[in-house]
Every structure is written in C-alpha cells, then in structure tokens.
C-alpha cells in the first residue's frame, strides 16, 4: 500500500521515522523549528550507543532494545549517501584512586546483557586500550558492546537524503494534530515525535543536557571514556578530526539558556583530569539541550487512530531509537 505520511517534528526519531517511511511512502515533515534545529536535543547530543553502561539506571528491557538498535544503525548509515561515523569498539570506565568507590558501586549496577557484561582492568590494561591513559589511571571497567555515531553528520546526511527522496519540508510551524489531520489537513497516518513539542499533549518533562565540543589534536582517545566522579561523572567521546565531545550526564531542570560557567569548569576540568592534552584543545562550543522525559524515564509509542506518537527518549535517544522507531512503524502495512 501506498499512504500520504505525515513526520510531526524532525528531531532523531523524526528523521527515522521520515528515512524508513519514505522508501515507499509520500512523507511531509513538520518542525516548529527552521531546517536547522537547533534545538533538537538530538543535535546537541553526544550519540552515544551505551546499552551496559546505561543498564546501570534503565531496565534490562530497555538495554536489550540498545543492543537491537546497535545491529540497526549501520545499516540505517548505509543507506545514506555522506559518510556517517559508526563506531562500536566499547566504553572504558575510569576513576582516580580517591574515588574508587563509585567505580565499584557502578560495577555491582551493571546489568548483564546477552553475552556482554563489563570487565574490571588494571592499569596495564588500561594502556592497551588506550595508550596515552597510561599512568592515570590503576582501576577501570571496560563494556565491550557500546559504540558512538557522529550525530552532527547524521542530521546533515540524513536531512540530505530526505530531500534526495523528494520529501516534503514545512519548517517553522506550529500544528494542531485532530484525528488524523493536521491543521485541518487529512493524512493515512501521522507520526508524532515532537519530543518537547507534545508537552501541552503528554506529561513530559524536561532532562537537561550540557556538553562541549573540542578540536584537542595533542589528544588521542578511540573510544568513549567515562570518569566516575562523586559530583560531576562526565562521558569524553571522541569524533572524526580531532574533535571531542565532552558532557555530563543530566541535569533535572528544565532550564533552556546556556551553560553556567560553574558547569563549563566542571566539563572541562574534569576532561583534562582525564588527559592533560585537553588544556591545549579549542573550545568550537558549548551547548545545551532539554531531552523528553515522562515519570519513569521510559519512552512511549502510543496509537489513537491513525496517530502514532513516539515520545520520551530521555537521554536514550541514540540508544533506543532506532529499534523504537522501527518497532513503532510496523502496524503501517
């Protein structure tokens, strides 16, 4: 069958819902944003693939779903036409010596995962994974399953293709979404990821999330690191060109401006803590962004009608979409 589709907000999970959709559908893409989207909080975040190190805080269920949106995401990269780096090559964990207890404390939380669970190294260990961390560090955890995908190059691709494949775009709109219309506009179906947008709809809240990104050529990291930290645990996530993305976790506020410079020193403090090459890395930015969230933090695919609504990520985005997405869009026959 062939439907007229309908894609309400193009953040992450909008633009896999519009990518899978439009092989064979006529997809229209709604954003209340310009065709940048600068507010997404998939564009602000760190695109990290971390089932084991988040089953620390999700259930079991959700990290399996990250392990089937893993297997998904190259494939989904395949089909684009700009090169989009995927890498799954693990997550090294670290802590200095003072603060061993919250490495041990996120050892016991590890949940197992199929055949994956963490595995405690040493210092020498640690050299082997990552050479320029010899030294540093005598304690770690290394999860073999987690991976990173660039996502500032995902949106460019993927918004590149989109129109590639002759989908429609109406940027900055607000719409009202009744039945199966949108602003009095009749659809087969509607995908609604407005994340945020569906707050007036949904009991959502905002998870905020702050990280920078550096160009730090005297660093060379291969994959995701995080330090535990009693006060501020941050992630360092290393992209193509010599460029890092550093960020903490969360923060509960649903404040929008830009970061403090209380959280600016803690970021990247912290990172040079880790590798004292970042005190020569160039600042490129500091950003914010605000992730949906509802009460349990976990994320809901919801049908009314022709209406799918697919919400709540939290700071799971790049974890869970893909098999979420894909998941959701199987009743469109």
């Known amino acids: 069958m062939f439907y007229n589709i309908a894609v309400v907000g193009f953040g992450l999970a909008g633009r896999l819902a519009a990518l899978e959709l439009s092989k064979q559908h006529r997809v229209t893409v709604f954003e209340a944003d310009n065709e940048h989207t600068q507010n997404s909080a998939g564009k602000v975040a760190a695109a990290m693939l971390a089932p084991l190190a988040e089953s620390v805080l999700c259930e079991a269920d959700l ?25 799954q090559q693990g997550t090294l964990v670290v802590a200095h010596q003072q603060d061993k207890g919250d490495l041990k404390s996120f050892a016991q939380r590890l949940k197992p995962l199929a055949n994956y669970t963490g595995e405690s190294v ?82 959502l809240r905002g998870v905020r999330g702050e990280v920078a990104r550096l160009y730090a050529p005297e660093v060379s990291l291969t994959r995701p690191v995080r330090l535990m930290h009693p006060r501020y645990p941050i992630y360092i996530a290393p992209k193509p060109n010599n460029e890092y993305v550093i960020g ?67 700071r799971h985005g790049y974890m869970l979409a893909p098999s979420l997405v894909a998941n959701a869009l199987l009743c469109i026959e």
């Not at 160039?282 to 509802?294: D, E, H, M, V, Y």
């Open 122 to 203: 040493n210092s020498q260990q640690i050299e082997m994974l990552e050479p320029e961390l010899a030294n540093r560090f005598s304690q770690g955890l290394f999860l073999p399953c987690d991976g990173q995908i660039d996502n500032q190059a995902f949106y460019q691709a993927s918004f590149t293709q989109l129109n590639k494949r002759k989908v429609k775009f109406v940027f900055n709109q607000r719409i009202t979404i009744n039945d199966n219309k949108i602003n009095n506009r009749e659809f087969d179906y509607i995908i609604d990821c407005r994340g945020l947008g569906a707050k007036d709809d949904k009991p």
């Open 63 to 87: 990290a399996l779903m990250g392990l089937d949106s893993i297997k998904r995401w190259p494939g989904i990269i395949d089909e684009l036409d700009s090169e989009v780096f995927f890498q």
């Open 248 to 314: 903490a976790t969360e923060i509960e506020s649903q404040d929008t401006g830009p970061a403090t410079v209380r959280s600016a020193l803690e970021l990247l403090s912290a990172a040079y803590t880790v590798h004292s090459g970042f005190a020569e890395a160039r600042l490129l930015n500091i950003q914010t962004g605000l992730r949906p969230a509802f009460s349990d933090n976990r994320p809901q695919v919801t049908h009314v009608g022709r209406v799918i609504s697919i919400n709540g990520l939290y």
